[in-house]
């Protein structure tokens, strides 16, 4: 069957079913979360490991949030404000104010991860359909109507992590520590910063990241869409130049999004590599995507075009930018662990000692999982180990953006409970209702393309 993909009430269902499972998730989160330092005592107290938080929170604390501070020398934190104001009995106080802050962040952080996360598999997404449109390849032009369906979601998955970012500068939660005044007027790293790290500046490069990323979303989608019936080469040519150009500014607006978004979360902690390593995650999960969305359209007896060799092709970026992320995650690590200098190595200290498994769990998932399986070309080629190592590497690549934010956010009060799940539920039923949306609403071949007869027929070995 070659018909257009119709979008089922069954996929809508179960959509909006997750978004409601999420939001009650989501709501449970806030709700249980202290408003007082003194409901945060409470909570810290009938925790059944209440006694080791009180007493390696100031760990904890030393290199996470508020926390990051309290590794500057427990000034950043707000904590050196109380602590001055206070004379005696000041360190204790200013402890109960950090567990107030990573456990007030929780919810917070349950949300933004998520959102950030899905935000990115679209992002990634969008930089690997311009880079097939500026390279003019030939065997994935069958593929992108699914990968402008999955583009789609930039646009709405910006704004849930801008609207994020906005209440944090708002006071709402204590996300991003740079933005308390307080917390700056006794900080001198982060005063240092204060010409890049300020709330106008930050959210004017949100925009024009946001406005970049979009307009060449939309453009391109209109242009595919112009070309199945005009047949035009200009507008192939069009793309071409488009696509070219885009990739540069790409290049430059993710890099600056990953120091804004994530590492600005610690802001005495930097790496000239995290640019690449963020790219690299959201890459090899937007192609993940890819091959798991054509994978199920394809069983619905949709997408007759794609062979075995489009799914191999995928498999084999799957597994290609698996080891560039590998590479990239043992660089910036090895480097810095290498060097022991304090501020930076306390970074990977924390989750060492705070999230071992789910630091070490992740490289396993997002390596050792994909470089076993997809090394062999016959499993590259089959679609339910395609599927489960595609699935491996979406939760891999969740835990590490997990990694990247609560160490900071909530420090060693983590948890995977009801906000957490249903943050990426309600994320997850989102993300699949835009994209299949948007995949039902054109034709599912872009027909137009001068190669499309190339890519129907494209062939690798005689997969087939």
């Known amino acids: 069957m070659n018909q257009d993909y119709n979008f089922s009430s069954k996929v809508k269902i179960f959509s909006l079913s997750l978004v409601v499972i999420g939001l009650m998730g989501i709501a449970y989160g806030f709700y249980s979360a202290p408003s007082t330092v003194e409901e945060a005592k409470e909570i810290v107290a009938n925790m059944s490991h209440g006694s080791d938080h009180g007493g390696e929170s100031d760990h904890g604390g030393g290199s996470d949030h508020g926390g990051e501070s309290d590794h500057g020398g427990e000034s950043d934190h707000g904590g050196e404000s109380d602590h001055k104001e206070v004379t005696l009995g000041g360190h204790e106080y200013d402890h109960d104010k950090h567990v107030f802050n990573q456990l007030h962040n929780k919810p917070w952080a349950a949300v933004y991860v998520p959102a950030l996360f899905f935000m990115m598999i679209s992002l990634g997404v969008l930089a690997f359909y311009a880079i097939q449109r500026a390279a003019q ?173 489009h799914i191999h092709d995928l498999a084999k970026f799957m597994f290609g930018v698996s080891i560039f992320w590998a590479y990239l995650w043992f660089s910036q690590f090895m480097l810095i662990w290498y060097s022991n200098i304090p501020e930076e190595v306390t970074y990977f200290i924390t989750r060492i000692e705070d999230y071992n498994l789910l630091f070490f769990g992740m490289v396993v998932l997002n390596l050792i999982f994909p470089l076993i399986v997809l090394m062999n070309s016959d499993f590259k080629k089959t679609n339910f180990i395609v599927i489960l190592t595609g699935i491996i590497i979406i939760i891999g690549h969740y835990l590490d953006v997990y990694n990247m934010i609560m160490p900071s956010a909530v420090g060693d009060m983590w948890s995977f409970g009801p906000a957490e799940i249903g943050g990426f539920l309600f994320f997850l039923g989102i993300f699949i209702y835009v994209v299949f949306k948007e995949i039902s609403k054109a034709p599912i071949l872009a027909k137009g393309d001068p190669y499309i007869e190339e890519s129907k027929t494209f062939q690798y070995y005689n997969l087939d």
């Open 137 to 309: 390849a030939g065997w994935s032009i069958v593929l992108y109507r699914i990968m402008e369906g999955i583009t789609k979601y930039l646009l709405p998955g910006c704004i849930f992590v801008l609207i994020i970012l906005g209440f944090s500068a708002l006071n709402f939660n204590h996300l991003f520590i740079w933005m308390d005044p307080e917390v700056v007027a006794h900080d001198e790293i982060i005063r240092n910063k204060v010409g890049y790290l300020n709330i106008p500046f930050f959210f004017l490069r949100a925009v024009i990241y946001v406005t970049g990323w979009v307009l060449y979303r939309n453009i391109s989608r209109r242009l595919s869409l112009k070309q199945d019936n005009d047949n035009d080469i200009s507008i192939h040519k069009k793309l071409f130049k488009l696509s070219a150009g885009f990739l540069v500014f790409f290049l430059v607006s993710e890099s600056m999004m990953s120091w804004d978004w994530i590492m600005s979360i610690d802001p005495h902690w930097f790496s000239t590599l995290f640019g690449w390593y963020v790219f690299a995650g959201m890459f090899v999960s937007g192609i993940t995507t890819i091959a798991l969305i054509t994978i199920y359209l394809k069983s619905q007896n949709y997408l007759n075009f794609i062979n075995n060799s």
